[in-house]
């Protein structure tokens, strides 16, 4: 009898936990969500052969860059740029423009309940034939790792719901100020994953904001050129008469050191002692996003 009392005092114990407030809190259903931007592949150069793209000297091939939009954010025409590196362009011919470098043609639709999927668009290096071809000579085989580097601008979209405006924080009624808040993020590559309110004085409520570079690229603010020390961003809130908000000392601008940054809005006037209220907080941030693919393409030699 005691075993039997004991267990259900251990499994009332694991409903209680599971059900406690949490650090990080989501929610809210405004976004779909995810980490996902931009996200480039290659088409097939050709037909594979023990896993790799083959093909014979005598051979041109396509070079074709896809481009899928996987967030939760409209990439608009000629944001986003794509470049051929790897191989020296001597040994190449009819692969256009002349630089290797490409942009997006067509607006590519975000993801969104009616187009799951996003849109896409195929940036093609190769739009007419003759397609590429290699200009060397080949003896046995040759294999050649192309790289696309590639990079856009986008942007992350953050709720933040039932902010407490409270200007006597001792008072209990409505909400509570000192508390993780629930939040919805878009989905995109920079992420945010924890809100926390808090004061800074009397009246003076402030939000802390953890972000997150999610994907596997560097990210830089537009106009500026990336860094290897850090990662950069910029940001907005949407009532900036009300709010200053700042990132190691940085005001509507961050460094994400080791892929993450908190930023701090706090109200830039004291709320009054009778003010009590609850209110989405929305901000937005702005960057470039930078990565990086590559594909394997094995040139045989013909038989001649």
Same mark, same amino acid.
């Given at each position: 009898?005691?075993k039997?009392?004991l267990?259900?005092?251990i499994? $009332? &114990?694991? !409903? @209680?936990v599971a059900?406690?407030?949490?650090?990080?809190?989501?929610?809210?259903g405004?976004?779909?969500? %995810?980490?996902?931007?931009?996200?480039?592949?290659?088409?097939?150069?050709s037909?594979?052969e /023990?896993?790799?793209?083959?093909?014979?000297?005598?051979?041109d091939f396509?070079i074709?860059v896809?481009?899928k939009?996987?967030g939760?954010?409209n990439?608009p025409?000629?944001?986003?740029?794509?470049?051929?590196?790897?191989?020296?362009?001597?040994?190449?011919e009819? #692969?256009?423009?002349a630089n290797w470098?490409?942009a997006n043609s067509h607006?590519v639709?975000k !993801?969104s309940?009616?187009?799951?999927?996003?849109?896409?668009? #195929?940036?093609?290096f190769t739009?007419?034939?003759?397609?590429?071809k290699f200009k060397?000579v080949?003896? %046995?085989f040759?294999d050649v790792?192309?790289?696309v580097?590639?990079?856009?601008?986008?942007? =992350?979209?953050?709720?933040v719901?039932?902010?407490?405006?409270?200007g006597d924080?001792?008072d209990?009624?409505v909400?509570? $100020?000192k508390?993780?808040?629930?939040? &919805?993020?878009?989905? /995109?590559?920079?992420?945010v994953?924890?809100v @926390?309110?808090?004061?800074?004085?009397k009246?003076v409520?402030l939000l802390k #904001?953890?972000?997150?570079?999610?994907?596997?690229g560097d990210?830089t603010?537009?106009?500026?050129e990336?860094d =290897?020390?850090f990662?950069?961003i910029a940001y907005?809130?949407d009532?900036?008469?009300?709010?200053?908000?700042?990132?190691?000392?940085?005001?509507?601008?961050?460094?994400?050191i080791?892929?993450t940054?908190q930023? #701090?809005c706090?109200?830039?006037q004291p709320?009054?002692d009778d003010?009590l209220?609850?209110?989405a907080v929305?901000l937005?941030f702005q960057y470039?996003?930078k990565d990086?693919?590559?594909e394997?393409?094995?040139i045989?030699?013909s038989v001649?």
């Amino acid at each position: 009898m005691k075993k039997i009392v004991l267990g259900i005092m251990i499994l $009332v &114990s694991l !409903i @209680a936990v599971a059900c406690s407030p949490q650090a990080t809190t989501t929610g809210g259903g405004a976004f779909i969500g %995810g980490t996902e931007g931009v996200i480039a592949s290659f088409e097939p150069f050709s037909v594979k052969e /023990a896993d790799t793209y083959t093909i014979f000297d005598t051979e041109d091939f396509s070079i074709d860059v896809v481009l899928k939009n996987k967030g939760e954010e409209n990439l608009p025409v000629g944001k986003a740029t794509v470049r051929l590196l790897g191989p020296p362009k001597e040994s190449y011919e009819n #692969i256009v423009p002349a630089n290797w470098e490409l942009a997006n043609s067509h607006e590519v639709e975000k !993801i969104s309940e009616f187009n799951p999927g996003g849109g896409e668009e #195929i940036v093609s290096f190769t739009p007419s034939t003759p397609r590429a071809k290699f200009k060397g000579v080949v003896t %046995g085989f040759q294999d050649v790792v192309w790289n696309v580097e590639y990079w856009y601008e986008y942007k =992350t979209h953050l709720i933040v719901n039932d902010v407490c405006f409270k200007g006597d924080i001792t008072d209990t009624k409505v909400c509570e $100020v000192k508390e993780a808040k629930t939040f &919805s993020v878009s989905g /995109a590559p920079v992420t945010v994953t924890s809100v @926390a309110e808090d004061t800074a004085g009397k009246g003076v409520v402030l939000l802390k #904001i953890d972000v997150k570079n999610a994907g596997t690229g560097d990210t830089t603010t537009v106009g500026q050129e990336f860094d =290897t020390r850090f990662d950069q961003i910029a940001y907005t809130v949407d009532e900036p008469e009300k709010w200053e908000c700042k990132s190691g000392g940085r005001e509507n601008e961050a460094r994400l050191i080791d892929g993450t940054a908190q930023i #701090i809005c706090r109200l830039k006037q004291p709320l009054a002692d009778d003010e009590l209220y609850t209110k989405a907080v929305r901000l937005t941030f702005q960057y470039v996003y930078k990565d990086l693919i590559q594909e394997k393409l094995r040139i045989k030699e013909s038989v001649r």
